[in-house]
């Protein structure tokens, strides 16, 4: 399906992939489609070794504004997908699931609204750097569903605290770029038309970090917040640690930090 999508386009800049959200006249709301397209796209990354940062985007006026109620209303119930037994419910999960399994760092790129399976979008993203005109809901609630979906449960609670979680979740309230930067869901707020420059300098400062590094600084993230004690989480460290120091790489990062110079790595 690479190379043949229609719901999200992927421009290649090198080393880095910049996904964008391609359904501008409906916001971006997700549809059947578009949630096999991001399924394919997020599940290849797992063995893609030339990838190593995603940028996630939406077209036109919003990131995304969640599911397309119109889609969903009119979807022939034999083109269900299975979703492992729970069908759109779970095909949709799971791209969600892929996104933190791939081991390439997700910036979220958040402008207009980001509601339901779109917060889901952003939440389930290692760095969030919103427009100002960014508006974030679990819109979920407000349609007489939990708010608990698409892993906002888990995701949300870890980010903000389980009180402003549970506002949010509760209310289905939206929250607003500054309110996101005070509360630390963003990393920084910019102007609309700057978010784009924004996400180039964290994309610089990754790729100045070995390819392995990097990956083992996302999965070990990954494992430490779910972690069962300190031990449990080191013994992960010690491990990613001891793989890292065994690569070519860091002898080169070592020769760059002491020349003052930025390494030139191989793929590893």
């Given amino acids: ?23 501008p006249d409906s916001l971006n709301a997700i549809t059947t489609e578009m ?11 797992y063995n893609d070794r030339a990838t190593r940062i995603v940028v996630m985007r939406g077209a036109g006026r ?3 504004a969640g599911l397309d109620i119109k889609d969903h209303g009119t979807r022939d119930p034999g083109a269900v997908p299975f979703g492992g037994g729970f069908g ?36 389930a993203a290692d760095i969030r750097i919103a427009g100002e005109s960014a508006r974030m809901n679990a819109a979920f609630i407000r349609l007489g569903l939990s708010a608990c979906d698409m892993g906002v449960s888990y995701f949300l609670p ?18 607003n770029a500054r309110r996101s930067l005070a509360t630390g869901l963003v990393s920084e707020v910019v102007a ?27 999965e070990g993230l990954n494992m430490a917040v779910d972690a069962a ?13 001891l793989m890292t120091a065994a690569s070519p790489n860091f002898a080169e990062g070592m020769r760059a930090f002491l020349g003052k110079r930025r390494p030139d790595y191989i793929p590893d």
């Avoid at 949630?35 to 990354?45: I, M, Q, S």
């Avoid at 004690?229 to 640690?241: D, F, G, W």
């Fill in 1 to 23: 399906m690479a190379g043949q999508y229609t719901t999200i386009a992927v421009e290649k800049r090198g080393e880095v992939d910049w996904l964008t959200l391609n359904r």
């Fill in 35 to 45: 949630a096999g397209e991001l399924n394919d796209y997020f599940g290849a990354l």
């Fill in 62 to 64: 919003a990131f995304c």
């Fill in 88 to 123: 759109f419910q779970g095909f949709l999960a799971d791209v969600y699931i892929k996104m933190r399994r791939c081991p390439q760092p997700i910036i979220a790129l958040v402008h207009g609204a980001a509601c339901g399976g779109g917060f889901a979008f952003a939440l």
């Fill in 158 to 175: 870890r980010l903000v605290g389980v009180s402003l979680a549970s506002e949010l979740m509760l209310t289905g309230r939206f929250i």
């Fill in 192 to 218: 609309d038309d700057q978010l784009e420059t924004a996400a180039q300098s964290y994309v610089d400062d990754m790729l100045a970090a070995s390819p392995m590094g990097l990956r083992m600084t996302k």
């Fill in 229 to 241: 004690s300190l031990e449990a989480a080191m013994a992960i460290e010690n491990r990613n640690q």
